[in-house]
């Protein structure tokens, strides 16, 4: 009888088995407000046709639930996505709202934003690990990849140069750090990984040098929970 060797063992016990039938009929929430604003009026409504329309707009084609990044709000888009729910229709301060639902998100507080994981899955559908991947509450499960882009902009004034750090910092430590915690079975996962710019892991870079600070803050207990998987 053959016998598995420790590496086969290893693999079987930091694996586990997803019932993905059942995980592929979690539905993505929807918000259609953000402080008041119709989160159509952001780019993050659930609506493709409309947000079709504002990126014509705009100007900024691209996929209909990207979130279509950093705009100004101009008179000519009431036409787009009009706020039938006011005769005063707010005009959105398109920045300041999506730089206060990032920094609502990395401070674990209800988000127009919210973090995922992806399972990544061995030869024999055991998932292995997971990746750390951002979805908007627009009823879909993709990317805001216009606002995350947006924010990554190495070029972008120093105020959303930080507010990057500080959501990236957390994505890489305080939410996976929460889901192991909630979820103990989820340290029988071998890894859970985290996309970040290459220039993010140059030493001396501001996501490297507050990732590290903070680690170094963390006790033993924690610290070891987190690096071990």
């Known amino acids: 009888m053959a016998h598995d060797g420790p590496h086969q063992e290893t693999w079987r016990k ?3 088995l997803v019932d993905t039938e059942d995980l592929l009929k979690v539905q993505s929430p929807t918000q259609e407000r953000v402080s008041g604003v119709l989160a159509a009026r952001i780019g ?22 990207g979130g279509i990044g950093f705009f100004e709000w101009a008179q000519h888009l009431e036409h787009e996505v009009p706020d039938s729910t006011s005769s005063h229709a707010v005009s959105p301060l398109v920045v300041d709202l999506k730089l206060q639902e990032f920094e609502r998100c ?10 995922v994981l ?3 899955f061995n030869c024999k559908d055991h998932a292995v690990g997971a990746e750390v991947l951002v979805r908007a509450k627009n009823g879909m ?19 959303i140069q930080n507010m990057y750090t500080k959501w ?62």
């Open 118 to 120: 992806h399972p990544i």
């Open 141 to 159: 499960n993709t990317a805001p990849f216009d606002d995350v882009h947006a924010l990554m902009d190495p070029a972008a004034p120093r105020k």
């Open 44 to 65: 993050l409504g659930s609506d493709a046709d409309q947000n079709r329309s504002l990126r014509s707009a705009l100007n900024k084609p691209g996929a209909p639930y």
């Open 14 to 16: 930091r694996s586990l």
């Open 168 to 229: 990236k910092s957390a994505e890489i430590l305080d939410w996976p750090m929460q889901a192991l915690i909630n979820y103990p079975i989820l340290r029988r996962l071998q890894f859970i990984s985290v996309n970040v710019r290459p220039s993010d892991l140059c030493t001396n870079s501001q996501v490297f040098q507050e990732v590290r600070s903070r680690l170094s803050e963390l006790n033993d207990e924690d610290r070891q929970l987190l690096v071990s998987t």
């Open 106 to 115: 990395a401070n674990g507080d209800p988000s127009m934003y919210y973090w």
